[in-house]
């Protein structure tokens, strides 16, 4: 079973903060996600990567396979991200996810 | 475009009662998950359909039972809820192997 830690479980910043959160597994996987839950819970996939690097607006993610870690960037921190940040890495096939436990996010303006 | 619409939002119910959470999908995906969400753990995987008439145990299987009703339904079943079973659950579903989950709303669910 593959086990998934995250850190920090909580993370306060200040507006405009450049904001780094971690992801490390122990056994090899097909893909690694990153998701977002707003409060209120609905749940959004922000990334989904095997290698290498992907941004989307001001968010990066990076993996290294090699190491088994991934982060999360967000550059410009602004209050609407508060959320909890959410990794999640699949195994292949169409077995179901393996969770963290989240990052909580609280960005003050 | 609903995407993944799971009922009821919200449920009390009594220990021993049973009941039913729906899930459907109108993205034509053929993989379906129901995770469970507790406070201070990880989503944890529950049942899944990899596709239409297949399911298969997660992590968490115990006291659950799953309908896989057609390409867009996967139901939740209870059949006799106890108080470790109160929690938020979550319905997602993919289209192939390397896609990502979408995920409905969550159903908050408590047993008194």
């Known amino acids: 079973k593959n086990e998934v830690e995250q850190s920090p479980q909580n993370l306060t910043a200040q507006e405009g903060e450049f904001i780094t959160i971690n992801c490390s597994y122990s056994v090899g996987i097909s893909a690694l996600h990153w998701l977002q839950q707003h409060p209120g819970g609905g749940i959004v996939s922000l990334f989904m990567l095997s290698s290498g690097k992907k941004k989307h607006g001001r968010l990066i993610a990076t993996i290294n396979i090699q190491e088994k870690h991934s982060s999360l960037h967000i550059t410009a921190s602004h209050p609407r991200d508060s959320a909890v940040y959410i990794c999640a890495v699949a195994g292949g096939g169409a077995d179901g996810l393996t969770f963290g436990k989240g990052t909580h996010l609280i960005i003050q303006p | 475009n609903a995407g993944v619409t799971q009922t009821p939002k919200f449920q009390v119910l009594k220990t021993g009662q049973s009941m039913t959470l729906q899930c459907a999908q109108d993205?034509?995906?053929?993989?379906m998950y129901w995770y469970r969400q507790d406070p201070g753990m990880g989503l944890r995987l529950i049942y899944y359909s990899a596709s239409e008439g297949t399911t298969d145990k997660g992590e968490v299987p115990n006291g659950y039972n799953v309908s896989r009703l057609n390409k867009r339904e996967f139901s939740l079943r209870l059949e006799s809820a106890a108080p470790s079973q109160t929690s938020v659950y979550f319905c997602a579903s993919k289209q192939g192997v390397y896609q990502p989950q979408h995920f409905g709303d969550g159903t908050r669910l408590s047993i008194l």
């Open positions: 993205m034509n995906h053929n993989s």
